[in-house]
Nanobody, 127 residues
């Protein structure tokens, strides 16, 4: 079982920034190094939605239209960590953010294509 641990969430005013981290401690790191990674979010009463994804080597990144130009996904395989830099935050970005490791070396917008999930970190943006 791969364990993913998110951190970096919190309360921020609209227009502010947060940086989320997703770490795979211990021996799980090798698995993540070969996996596409994704960030998803889910707000109360709404469905889980894809936010951003990155290929195993960081060569390609993908974003939901709602965050394009504001969010940046990156990874450091030496540290077994994936990041989500979030700028110009809006109240509608409020949600629980979860990272996930894909079944393959590329990410997907379909959450069913992910094998392992973190518990999530809360992001709240006040207006």
């Amino acid at each position: 079982q791969v364990q993913l641990v998110e951190s970096g969430g919190g309360l921020v005013q609209a227009g502010g920034s947060l940086r989320l981290s997703c770490a795979a401690p211990g021996r799980t790191g090798r698995t993540i190094g070969a996996s596409g990674m994704g960030w998803f979010r889910q707000a109360p009463g709404k469905e889980r939605e894809f936010v951003a994804g990155i290929t195993w080597n960081g060569g390609d990144t993908y974003y939901a239209d709602s965050v394009k130009g504001r969010f940046t996904i990156s990874r450091d395989n030496a540290k077994n960590t994936v990041y989500l830099e979030m700028n110009s935050l809006k109240p509608e970005d409020t949600a629980v953010y979860r990272c996930a490791a894909s079944l393959s070396s590329v990410p997907s917008t379909d959450y069913e294509r992910y094998r392992y999930w973190g518990q999530g970190t809360q992001v709240t943006v006040s207006s």
